[in-house]
């Protein structure tokens, strides 16, 4: 079966639901098997009341925008619908977990009951003392948001979702994902002569009836990612010692 998980994140009137703040957005990226599927979830929310002024100059969803978007109570079961019993990767979880929760319990829904990864927990485990905020992981995990101009829910977990991929460490590209017919192809041009008569010796020797092996080379692009995380690990990786 499939690994389903979703990112997600919110944007809100305030910091602290627990002052009458609400949610004014909700975006969802889905990964399955740690791959972008496009099935993404988005719904801007009326709040019924105004952002505090700190808040708007972050995300700039003003009043008139949402008032003729849908209260929580409407979107909120096509929500819980769409998150499934999936795993949650999300930035700072307390904060958006409160302030959904908060909303569901409005509604008398039950709680967020999910597998729950914490991008920031664990950001600050593997780069500990560092900033760990989305836009110094970006950085650190060459996520281009350039395009980020504005804090947005869906925006925002389309970028954390590259990240997450980066920093956990799976196949990569330096936009985050490798494209999937690109990887499934695996054109013999990527591969150097030498391997590739290695390859086709033990395929046709010790390995018949098995499915070809591929060999996909890291790019330039790649190793000189990979050297700057050594670095940011403090560059005393023992294959480096003298």
């Not at 959904?100 to 509604?107: S, V």
């Amino acid at each position: 079966m499939a690994l389903r998980q979703v990112v997600l994140d919110t944007e809100t009137t305030g910091i602290d639901w627990k002052q009458g703040h609400r949610i004014i957005e909700i975006g969802a990226v889905e990964l399955l098997d740690r791959r972008l599927t496009g099935n993404n979830f988005q719904q801007y929310l009326n709040p019924q009341r105004s952002s505090d002024p700190e808040a708007l100059r972050v995300h700039g969803l003003t009043d008139a925008f949402l008032a003729d978007k849908p209260l929580f109570a409407e979107v909120a079961e096509n929500f819980l619908n769409y998150l499934g019993d999936a795993e949650l990767i999300i930035h700072n979880a307390p904060f958006d977990l409160g302030f959904l929760n908060h909303e569901l319990g409005k509604i008398e829904k039950t709680p967020l009951n999910h597998k729950v990864l914490d991008t920031l927990v664990d950001a600050r485990r593997r780069h500990p003392g560092q900033k760990n905020d989305l836009n110094s992981l970006c950085r650190r995990y060459n996520v281009d948001n350039s395009h980020r101009e504005l804090h947005g829910a869906l925006l925002d977990c389309e970028i954390l979702a590259k990240v997450y991929l980066g920093m956990t460490g799976g196949q990569v590209d330096m936009m985050g994902l490798l494209n999937a017919s690109e990887e499934q192809s695996g054109t013999e041009s990527s591969r150097d002569s030498a391997t590739s008569v290695q390859i086709a010796q033990f395929n046709s020797s010790t390995a018949a009836g098995r499915p070809r092996l591929r060999v996909i080379r890291a790019t330039a692009e790649e190793t000189a990612l990979h050297a700057q995380y050594l670095e940011d690990m403090g560059g005393k990786a023992l294959w480096n010692a003298p």
